[in-house]
């Protein structure tokens, strides 16, 4: 067991925690920042606010420098995140989302490792225009971002479409009773009346409170044997149980995370613990009472400690445990049986019940045009014939869902005028990938990611052929930086950046999710990533017992040490090669 130590939740608030208590519930100077035509920018506290709001400001980066030497000021641009529970979206909605990206973006869509889009480029004097395109078309941003619950996933599994129906519904009521309730979105991107009762005080926030969460809180629901939300990363996981294909209920998962700080080790990647089991109905429940424990008992005194894992390693699983079961007034039963597989997507068509699903690889989310692959003109002719939805995967790829057999004709062709299907030629390496956005947009980039990873790829590639395991599904992720948002720390292989060309490399994670991996090497370049895998590689494919996967190949040959819990995660490996 490691000897990481939780640390104490003691001292003074972070300064965050004033900004919310006095922003009268989210709302702070956020339009006075939006009418002031001196800057391209908001304050900083507004800034922080503006999460909340499902939008960040960022900068391009790629001018950052020219533009300081021109004594101007950065590139000043917003990010918005759509609130989109399971992934779901309907035809118009993705058109709505093509058009804004068109009008006020950079011209592409961000599918994201939580099911949902995002846009970048937006200017200031355009976001709330923005905001509002996107209402009309029934979506939101609230919520998408900030210390408070984010978009809830949900299993995809368009082959169980009954199923996924049903689980589907419960994710969309679980996003819906964990919204905030101040009208501060409502009042500033849509023109409404201020709230205020007959005290002239401000409207309250029931599960939240004034200040919110201490830190982002993250949801998902899993329909085994796909583990393709990645259970374990989730602060809070449900795992549907189903019997005879009927939903019973659903086991709980209690604090998952990605995040970590380069050289702190009392921070790390964490997986969640299988506590106990609920029937459907007392799933919002549920997800309320965990939530109003990580509000009532997280860290509000060191942001990097403040996750909902943190919580619970700095008191224990069983703390927890009864802690919930006394606000619940009941308790959860024991956990029932499960069994996970992958956290990978199915390509291809798929018949589920009466309708067909087309799953189309999306390399690392990015929906643009590119040479001699038109996807997102692709994509905007199939949504302007398509009767039925389409579901973003927890893998940044689409799925093309409840095709008639009346449309699919239709769809074929489409798929097949536009190229849409080039996925079906790559390897099951990059078929298993994921990368964060980084560079140019993102502040906490240390090293590029979605813009780097596929060239990594294909000289990785030309490795997994001379081996001839170009098939082999192995899952690689790449993060700018140690937050995770591609959920690097569950991959096969996956690569943290560190600084611009370098990172740390890890081996070892599960196949299906379920356990984190180890670092191997540290801060590292491309000739020594690939120096380091050649040989690994071509040892698994000779000595790789039958259906052994790439993750457990590297600790049964003593490259890393098994890792089960983000206590283990800082150890120093003995028998690392």
Same mark, same amino acid.
């Given at each position: 067991?490691?000897?990481?130590?939780?640390?104490?939740?003691?001292?003074?608030? /972070?300064?965050?925690?004033?900004?919310?208590?006095?922003?009268?519930?989210? $709302?702070?100077?956020?339009?006075?920042?939006?009418?002031?035509?001196?800057?391209?920018?908001?304050?900083?506290?507004?800034?922080?606010?503006?999460?909340?709001?499902?939008?960040?400001?960022?900068?391009?980066?790629?001018?950052?420098?020219?533009?300081?030497?021109?004594?101007?000021?950065?590139?000043?641009?917003?990010?918005?995140?759509?609130? !989109?529970?399971?992934?779901?979206?309907?035809?118009?909605?993705?058109?709505?989302?093509?058009?804004?990206?068109?009008?006020?973006?950079?011209? !592409?869509?961000?599918? !994201?490792?939580?099911?949902?889009?995002?846009?970048?480029?937006?200017?200031?004097?355009?976001?709330?225009?923005?905001?509002?395109?996107?209402?009309?078309?029934?979506?939101?941003?609230?919520?998408?971002?900030?210390?408070?619950?984010?978009?809830?996933?949900?299993?995809?599994?368009?082959?169980?479409?009954?199923?996924?129906?049903?689980?589907?519904?419960?994710?969309?009521?679980?996003?819906?009773?964990?919204?905030?309730? !101040?009208?501060?979105?409502?009042?500033?991107?849509?023109?409404?009346?201020?709230?205020?009762?007959?005290?002239?005080?401000?409207?309250?926030?029931?599960?939240?409170?004034?200040?919110?969460?201490? $830190?982002?809180?993250?949801?998902?629901?899993?329909?085994?044997?796909?583990?393709?939300? @990645?259970?374990?990363?989730?602060?809070?996981?449900?795992?549907?149980?189903?019997?005879?294909?009927?939903?019973?209920?659903?086991?709980?998962?209690?604090?998952?995370?990605?995040?970590?700080?380069?050289?702190?080790?009392?921070?790390?990647?964490?997986?969640? $613990?299988?506590?106990?089991?609920?029937?459907?109905?007392?799933?919002?429940?549920?997800?309320?009472?965990?939530?109003?424990?990580?509000?009532?008992?997280?860290?509000?005194?060191?942001?990097?400690?403040?996750?909902?894992?943190?919580?619970?390693?700095?008191?224990? /699983? @069983?703390?927890?445990?009864?802690?919930?079961?006394?606000?619940?007034?009941?308790?959860?039963?024991?956990?029932?049986?499960?069994?996970?597989?992958?956290?990978?997507?199915?390509?291809?068509?798929?018949?589920?019940?009466?309708?067909?699903?087309?799953?189309?690889?999306?390399?690392?989310?990015?929906?643009?045009?590119?040479? @001699?692959?038109?996807?997102?003109?692709?994509?905007?002719?199939?949504?302007?014939?398509?009767?039925?939805?389409?579901?973003?995967?927890?893998?940044?790829?689409?799925?093309?869902?409840? /095709?008639?057999?009346?449309?699919?004709?239709?769809?074929?062709?489409?798929?097949?005028?536009?190229?849409?299907?080039?996925?079906?030629?790559?390897?099951?390496?990059?078929?298993?990938?994921?990368?964060? /956005?980084?560079?140019?947009?993102?502040?906490?980039?240390?090293?590029?990611?979605?813009?780097?990873?596929?060239?990594?790829?294909?000289?990785?590639?030309?490795?997994?052929?001379?081996?001839?395991?170009?098939?082999?599904?192995?899952?690689?992720?790449?993060?700018?930086?140690?937050?995770?948002?591609?959920?690097?720390?569950?991959?096969?292989?996956?690569?943290?950046?560190?600084?611009?060309?370098?990172?740390?490399?890890?081996?070892?994670?599960?196949?299906?999710?379920?356990?984190?991996?180890?670092?191997?090497?540290?801060?590292?370049?491309?000739?020594?990533?690939?120096?380091?895998?050649?040989?690994?590689?071509?040892?698994?494919?000779?000595?790789?017992?039958?259906?052994?996967?790439?993750?457990?190949?590297?600790? $049964?040959?003593?490259?890393?040490?098994?890792?089960?819990?983000?206590?283990?995660?800082?150890?120093?490996?003995?028998?690392?090669?």
């Amino acid at each position: 067991m490691s000897e990481n130590k939780v640390p104490e939740q003691n001292g003074p608030l /972070v300064e965050l925690e004033k900004i919310k208590e006095d922003s009268n519930f989210l $709302r702070g100077t956020i339009v006075e920042g939006l009418e002031d035509p001196i800057t391209g920018a908001i304050s900083d506290d507004d800034n922080k606010l503006l999460k909340f709001h499902g939008s960040y400001q960022q900068d391009d980066r790629d001018i950052r420098d020219e533009r300081r030497r021109q004594k101007l000021e950065p590139a000043y641009q917003f990010m918005i995140r759509v609130r !989109t529970p399971g992934g779901v979206t309907t035809p118009d909605q993705w058109l709505t989302m093509d058009d804004l990206a068109h009008k006020y973006g950079n011209e !592409t869509m961000k599918l !994201t490792t939580r099911q949902t889009f995002q846009l970048h480029g937006i200017l200031k004097r355009n976001l709330k225009k923005t905001m509002q395109g996107m209402n009309e078309a029934l979506m939101t941003t609230i919520a998408a971002c900030g210390d408070i619950n984010r978009n809830v996933m949900c299993n995809v599994n368009p082959e169980q479409s009954a199923v996924h129906s049903e689980v589907y519904e419960w994710s969309k009521k679980v996003s819906d009773h964990l919204l905030p309730e !101040t009208n501060a979105y409502h009042e500033i991107w849509l023109d409404d009346e201020k709230v205020i009762d007959s005290r002239g005080t401000v409207e309250t926030e029931p599960i939240y409170g004034s200040t919110y969460l201490p $830190r982002k809180f993250k949801i998902g629901i899993a329909v085994p044997p796909s583990n393709d939300i @990645d259970v374990f990363s989730q602060d809070l996981g449900f795992i549907a149980i189903l019997e005879d294909g009927q939903l019973k209920g659903f086991n709980v998962a209690v604090g998952g995370g990605m995040g970590m700080t380069h050289g702190d080790t009392k921070t790390y990647p964490q997986v969640s $613990r299988v506590i106990g089991f609920c029937t459907p109905e007392k799933l919002t429940e549920v997800a309320e009472k965990v939530v109003t424990i990580q509000r009532d008992f997280g860290n509000r005194t060191d942001r990097k400690n403040a996750r909902f894992k943190y919580t619970i390693d700095a008191r224990g /699983v @069983d703390w927890f445990k009864n802690e919930l079961n006394e606000r619940l007034e009941w308790n959860l039963d024991e956990p029932r049986t499960y069994h996970f597989e992958s956290n990978g997507d199915r390509y291809g068509w798929l018949k589920g019940d009466d309708k067909w699903h087309l799953t189309l690889f999306i390399q690392n989310g990015r929906i643009k045009d590119f040479d @001699d692959y038109p996807l997102r003109t692709g994509l905007r002719e199939i949504a302007r014939v398509h009767t039925g939805d389409f579901r973003i995967t927890p893998n940044q790829n689409l799925i093309i869902a409840n /095709v008639t057999s009346k449309n699919k004709k239709q769809i074929i062709e489409l798929v097949e005028k536009y190229k849409l299907t080039e996925g079906k030629h790559y390897s099951g390496l990059r078929r298993n990938s994921m990368a964060c /956005v980084a560079f140019p947009t993102c502040g906490l980039a240390m090293a590029e990611s979605e813009r780097y990873l596929p060239s990594l790829l294909d000289k990785i590639e030309v490795i997994l052929d001379e081996a001839g395991i170009s098939e082999e599904e192995i899952t690689i992720r790449m993060s700018g930086c140690p937050n995770g948002c591609s959920r690097p720390s569950l991959a096969e292989i996956a690569f943290i950046g560190k600084a611009p060309g370098k990172y740390n490399m890890y081996l070892g994670g599960g196949f299906n999710g379920s356990r984190l991996n180890k670092l191997y090497r540290e801060n590292i370049g491309e000739e020594e990533i690939l120096n380091s895998l050649r040989p690994i590689i071509f040892q698994y494919a000779k000595e790789r017992e039958q259906g052994e996967h790439f993750g457990d190949y590297v600790i $049964r040959a003593g490259y890393v040490e098994e890792v089960l819990s983000g206590l283990d995660f800082h150890t120093t490996s003995t028998t690392s090669k």
